[in-house]
Nanobody, 112 residues
Framework: EVQLVESGGGLVQPGGSLRLSCTAS????????MSWVRQASGKGLEWLSSIHGGNDYTTYANSVKGRFTISRDNAKNTLYLQMNSLKREDTAVYYC?????RGQGTQVTVSS
């Protein structure tokens, strides 16, 4: 059974940083294409970044390119999203996705 559990969200000031984690079970992150998406209140899902299975090729949305970094730890079977230079508009619930599965999300609030 595929399970994805996000963590690491919280309240951070503009310009600050957070690292989100997505612990996976039921499959190996090393060979899976995985993504981070987010949903701000009252808005639709926004794709942020993907890391491709087997080759670690990464892609980013323009809105986060240069500020966010996706990575994975194969030994921990965990996906990460390092978020730097956070802006108020980054406030949202963040989810990891794999093969049509999505976790429960973790709230990120950027506010002074």
């Amino acid at each position: 059974e595929v399970q994805l559990v996000e963590s690491g969200g919280g309240l951070v000031q503009p310009g600050g940083s957070l690292r989100l984690s997505c612990t996976a079970s039921g499959f190996a992150v090393q060979t899976a294409t995985m993504s981070w998406v987010r949903q701000a209140s009252g808005k639709g899902l926004e794709w942020l970044s993907s890391i491709h299975g087997g080759n670690d090729y990464t892609t980013y949305a323009n809105s986060v390119k240069g500020r966010f970094t996706i990575s994975r730890d194969n030994a921990k079977n965990t996906l990460y999203l390092q978020m730097n230079s956070l802006k108020r508009e980054d406030t949202a619930v963040y989810y990891c996705e794999q093969g049509g599965f999505r976790g429960q999300g973790t709230q990120v609030t950027v506010s002074s």
